[in-house]
């Protein structure tokens, strides 16, 4: 018997011949290769010229001797285009038979574009073939090969007619133009990008059935399922509604996940994919996406706004405790104000020692109690603002480690985890770097020892 399919350089070599010169598409491309695994069907969702079929076509490759279907669908597409032709002679013996060879119920993998457009004959025949991988040829019910079907369209349904089929496609996938970021690298790009770079091993059906069978095995730890029941609560809030079949069908998608990376359990980070699943429209997507970010991986970018209005409040004061003119500076200001008009644009050494003790006559003097009771006050501000950075530093590690292992996590996601983690911390180490400065200039106050040694009114930092 095979074994189910396990081994991470293998897949991670047919996951670069997928994407290959295919811009922006880590997402979509390990969706396709994932749910195929899973034996589930996805559905891309945007606008024309967006390698959506292109996806298809290089998806059937990554499985020995599959054989790919693809058609357009409009609403005067017949069931023969899909199907076959009828059997003129079975027909002869009074029956209803299509020949089916070289047609969707022989394919493995089919990409049908624009698929919400044909009619409800050809819609109700796809729903069994989706579903339960089984054709009605005539009187006998036949087995297909079916892996997965590709389906492909600019916008969902919103006739209740098509839910039904619209809910048989269990990944869906939003796929935009490139980025302006990546506009260049598309302007450049070879007109045959090729996808069949470096050696891949295809994945054989005995193995597609392995791996099937043995990801029941995958455990469910406690963590995950309670990330689910949040994630369920989630989605109740945004008015989405996710069938009792759908959720079932997003563990096995976890399982298959967790067991070609080689794990015995799945984990809360898989949770990454469930956005392209409990998703009923594409605009949801960001939104439950922004969930995971947050509430799962916890790596939201914080800016740490009280901390930047605390260390602007002391920036302000320490500004004004510098610009105050000393009391009773009138005289040292005259005489500052000549000593600059002797001297004109040019001043010599004399003149410059004399102008340098007047300035600093003029400059407010400051008991050491006032000036002792500001650096505590941002002691303690810096001890509060600085308590938090040990763990952070620890969490970005756990982080890097965690997201070192991931074969199907993509790598745009990954990049934007750690980068939330890395912004949280870098903001933090300036505001902490600003804070010390603050401090410097506090401590460089020119203190008299016998003025009256009260305390300021503290700062207020507010919350």
């Given at each position: 018997?095979?074994?189910?399919?396990?081994?991470?350089?293998?897949?991670?070599?047919?996951?670069?011949?997928?994407?290959?010169?295919?811009?922006?598409?880590?997402?979509?491309?390990?969706?396709?290769?994932?749910?195929?695994?899973?034996?589930?069907?996805?559905?891309?969702?945007?606008?024309?010229?967006?390698?959506?079929?292109?996806?298809?076509?290089?998806?059937?490759?990554?499985?020995?001797?599959?054989?790919?279907?693809?058609?357009?669908?409009?609403?005067?597409?017949?069931?023969?285009?899909?199907?076959?032709?009828?059997?003129?002679?079975?027909?002869?013996?009074?029956?209803?038979?299509?020949?089916?060879?070289?047609?969707?119920?022989t394919a493995s993998i089919a990409f049908l574009d624009e698929v919400f457009k044909a009619n409800s004959a050809i819609l109700n025949a796809l729903l069994t073939?989706?579903?339960?991988?089984?054709?009605?040829?005539?009187?006998?019910?036949?087995?297909?090969?079916?892996?997965?079907?590709?389906?492909?369209?600019?916008?969902?349904?919103?006739?209740?007619?098509?839910?039904?089929?619209?809910?048989?496609?269990?990944?869906?996938?939003?796929?935009?133009?490139?980025?302006?970021?990546?506009?260049?690298?598309?302007?450049?790009?070879?007109?045959?990008?090729?996808?069949?770079?470096?050696?891949?091993?295809?994945?054989?059906?005995?193995?597609?059935?392995?791996?099937?069978?043995?990801?029941?095995?995958?455990?469910?730890?406690?963590?995950?399922?309670?990330?689910?029941?949040?994630?369920?609560?989630?989605?109740?809030?945004?008015?989405?509604?996710?069938?009792?079949?759908?959720?079932?069908?997003?563990?096995?998608?976890?399982?298959?996940?967790?067991?070609?990376?080689?794990?015995?359990?799945?984990?809360?980070?898989?949770?990454?994919?469930?956005?392209?699943?409990?998703?009923?429209?594409?605009?949801?997507?960001?939104?439950?996406?922004?969930?995971?970010?947050?509430?799962?991986?916890?790596?939201?970018?914080?800016?740490?706004?009280?901390?930047?209005?605390?260390?602007?409040?002391?920036?302000?004061?320490?500004?004004?405790?510098?610009?105050?003119p000393a009391e009773g500076g009138e005289e040292a200001a005259g005489k500052l104000?000549?000593?600059?008009?002797?001297?004109?644009?040019?001043?010599?050494?004399?003149?410059?020692?004399?102008?340098?003790?007047?300035?600093?006559?003029?400059?407010?003097?400051?008991?050491?109690?006032?000036?002792?009771?500001?650096?505590?006050?941002?002691?303690?501000?810096?001890?509060?603002?600085?308590?938090?950075?040990?763990?952070?530093?620890?969490?970005?590690?756990?982080?890097?480690?965690?997201?070192?292992?991931?074969?199907?996590?993509?790598?745009?996601?990954?990049?934007?985890?750690?980068?939330?983690?890395?912004?949280?911390?870098?903001?933090?180490?300036?505001?902490?770097?600003?804070?010390?400065?603050?401090?410097?200039?506090?401590?460089?106050?020119?203190?008299?020892?016998?003025?009256?040694?009260?305390?300021?009114?503290?700062?207020?930092?507010?919350?």
């Amino acid at each position: 018997m095979n074994a189910p399919l396990t081994d991470r350089s293998r897949l991670s070599a047919l996951l670069a011949r997928l994407e290959a010169g295919l811009l922006e598409r880590d997402t979509a491309v390990r969706l396709a290769l994932l749910a195929a695994l899973a034996g589930e069907h996805v559905l891309l969702i945007g606008p024309p010229g967006t390698a959506k079929s292109e996806l298809a076509r290089r998806l059937h490759r990554a499985f020995a001797g599959a054989r790919y279907f693809e058609r357009l669908l409009t609403r005067f597409s017949t069931p023969e285009e899909l199907f076959g032709p009828l059997s003129l002679k079975a027909l002869e013996h009074d029956r209803y038979e299509r020949l089916v060879e070289g047609y969707l119920p022989t394919a493995s993998i089919a990409f049908l574009d624009e698929v919400f457009k044909a009619n409800s004959a050809i819609l109700n025949a796809l729903l069994t073939l989706l579903n339960e991988r089984e054709f009605d040829n005539g009187s006998a019910r036949a087995r297909v090969p079916l892996i997965s079907v590709v389906g492909a369209t600019n916008e969902v349904p919103a006739e209740e007619a098509l839910m039904a089929f619209h809910d048989r496609f269990l990944v869906r996938v939003p796929v935009a133009g490139v980025s302006d970021a990546a506009f260049a690298a598309l302007l450049v790009l070879p007109a045959e990008a090729s996808a069949d770079t470096g050696v891949a091993e295809p994945i054989t059906a005995e193995e597609l059935r392995a791996t099937l069978a043995a990801r029941e095995r995958v455990a469910l730890p406690p963590a995950l399922l309670a990330a689910l029941a949040g994630l369920r609560a989630f989605a109740q809030s945004l008015s989405i509604t996710v069938s009792d079949r759908r959720w079932r069908q997003l563990v096995g998608l976890l399982r298959s996940a967790a067991l070609t990376e080689g794990r015995a359990s799945a984990e809360p980070l898989d949770l990454w994919l469930a956005p392209y699943v409990i998703a009923a429209q594409p605009a949801q997507v960001a939104s439950l996406a922004e969930w995971f970010v947050r509430e799962v991986a916890q790596a939201a970018p914080e800016d740490a706004p009280w901390l930047t209005r605390a260390v602007e409040a002391f920036e302000k004061q320490l500004e004004i405790e510098r610009t105050l003119p000393a009391e009773g500076g009138e005289e040292a200001a005259g005489k500052l104000a000549l000593a600059r008009a002797i001297g004109g644009a040019e001043e010599g050494g004399m003149l410059r020692i004399v102008s340098t003790a007047l300035e600093d006559a003029l400059r407010r003097r400051w008991s050491p109690v006032h000036v002792a009771a500001r650096l505590a006050q941002l002691d303690e501000l810096a001890a509060r603002a600085s308590a938090p950075l040990a763990d952070l530093r620890e969490a970005l590690a756990a982080l890097e480690a965690a997201l070192a292992g991931r074969l199907w996590l993509p790598p745009s996601l990954a990049a934007q985890l750690l980068g939330n983690r890395r912004h949280t911390l870098a903001v933090l180490e300036a505001l902490l770097a600003r804070l010390a400065a603050t401090r410097a200039g506090f401590a460089a106050l020119p203190v008299d020892e016998a003025l009256p040694q009260a305390e300021p009114e503290p700062i207020a930092l507010g919350a």
